[in-house]
């Protein structure tokens, strides 16, 4: 087991230059940052090879970073905490759809055009799916190296290419040569054979053992050969068994140190059962899953699955928000009425599509509230009656229209009068405390406004 470095430690090996280059403003801070995983050693333009030799395993993310794609812009691993609120979760778990080279033409084309297609817009980010996998499940290599060809040209997606024959492995690696993609899996037995058909062709290599105790022998070796762009993958028989085995890896790569555990991990979802693949798929995405392959296409299932996956991969410091600015929510005119709320995202999409489903063209303000929701950042002094008319006057809202009337959420009724007293001449209107109230709202005092 590798032993963790301290600080201190850290800090003896650096040049103590103090240049500040590294984004810190002391060696000493830099290398508290790399003992704490926050950093990493390439940052500091000085660092001398002794130090790169000692320190550039030490440095690494306990969880060992692999990127698929042509752009190597889609990654699993690279984590450094246990529980998302200790800092955040970093590379989100990749979702991969399954195709088996016994499905009919017709059940693949679909699939592939149902993969395409499919993208979910919620709070301002558009979600699709990452992977396909490519399963070997008849004897035929030529065809199942044709899928993958086919389905990498179609779908421009890095593949998982899963077959226990390495002679179709190899032919399917070739064909999908270019996509850095993932193959596998990688056995005791065949290993080497496998190690070396990744390399070839810029692939990664997901490996497989009976138990714990057969992996870590198998991982420590391929790294000791010098590839090390590995997903592990356990072999469990129930949801309780991957959930404590996942969590077991989880905390010995990164409590631990246990380099033969730090990797991303690789879990096809068996059975079509729409509940339990779903309950299946949950458990991967809140307890550390890498890469998550779903049996079937479900649109009803992948809409459930990437909200959770985004609220769980949210950066809980820095909640997700947008631009603080005027919003039109309709065709609003000058003389259209003016609604304020923050800037946290699903705040900002739920009250902006309310309002627009109201029938009502109107002039959306979103001041900054650092990502708050309408409570928190009034709690914290972001949405007060004099920070909004500071706002207002920030972006010249009186300028640009001719109402003078502007609604408030009715949470914070109590700012009403500080706003009116720092906007002048406008009128403060207490709406709704809830977003699901706007439509009645805006027809009891809005209906001259709608067409």
Request: aromatic share 8%.
């Amino acid at each position: 087991m590798a032993k963790k470095l301290t600080g201190l430690q850290i800090q003896k090996l650096l040049p103590k230059t103090n240049c500040k280059e590294c984004g810190s403003n002391t060696c000493l801070a830099f290398a508290m940052k790399l003992a704490g995983g926050k950093a990493e050693l390439s940052d500091c333009p000085y660092a001398s090879d002794e130090a790169k030799a000692v320190l550039g395993a030490a440095s690494e993310p306990p969880v060992k970073g692999v990127a698929f794609g042509p752009e190597k812009n889609i990654k699993t691993g690279e984590e450094t905490c246990f529980y998302r609120h200790e800092k955040t979760f970093v590379n989100q778990t990749l979702l991969a759809i399954n195709i088996n080279d016994t499905d009919s033409a017709e059940h693949i084309d679909k699939t592939l055009a149902d993969v395409a297609e499919y993208e979910l817009d919620r709070v301002g980010e558009l979600l699709g799916i990452e992977m396909i996998a490519v399963t070997q499940k008849g004897s035929d290599a030529e065809a199942f190296a044709a899928l993958a060809e086919k389905v990498w040209n179609k779908a421009k997606r890095p593949l998982i290419i899963y077959s226990k024959d390495a002679k179709a492995l190899a032919s399917a690696a070739i064909a999908a040569k270019g996509s850095n993609s993932l193959i596998g899996p990688a056995t005791p037995e065949n290993v080497e054979e496998l190690v070396e058909i990744a390399k070839a062709n810029s692939h990664a290599l997901a490996v497989t053992a009976p138990n714990l105790n057969e992996l870590v022998v198998l991982t420590a070796k391929i790294k000791e050969s010098g590839f090390n762009d590995i997903v592990i993958q356990f072999q469990t028989n129930s949801l309780a068994e991957h959930f404590q085995i996942n969590s077991i890896a989880r905390k010995a790569a990164l409590k631990n140190a246990y380099k033969p555990l730090g990797y991303g991990t690789l879990n096809f979802i068996k059975g079509a059962d729409l509940l339990n693949s779903s309950v299946t798929a949950i458990n991967d995405i809140i307890k550390f899953g890498g890469i998550c392959v779903l049996p079937e296409f479900d649109k009803a299932q992948l809409v459930g699955l990437m909200a959770l996956r985004q609220n769980i991969y949210t950066d809980p410091q820095k909640p997700i928000q947008v631009e603080p600015k005027m919003y039109p929510v309709g065709e609003p005119t000058r003389n259209s009425p003016v609604w304020v709320t923050t800037n946290f995202s699903l705040t900002y999409f739920i009250v902006s599509g309310e309002i627009e489903n109201s029938g009502l063209d109107a002039w959306l303000v979103i001041p900054e509230c650092e990502g708050m929701s309408v409570l928190t950042a009034w709690a914290a002094g972001k949405f007060s009656g004099a920070a909004i008319a500071e706002f207002c006057k920030e972006i010249g809202l009186e300028d640009k229209v001719d109402s003078r009337e502007i609604v408030i959420p009715g949470y914070v009724a109590q700012i009403s009068g500080e706003l009116e007293e720092n906007m002048p001449g406008w009128k403060v209107i207490v709406g709704t405390q809830e977003a699901g109230d706007i439509e009645g709202f805006v027809k009891a005092k809005f209906a001259d406004y709608l067409s």
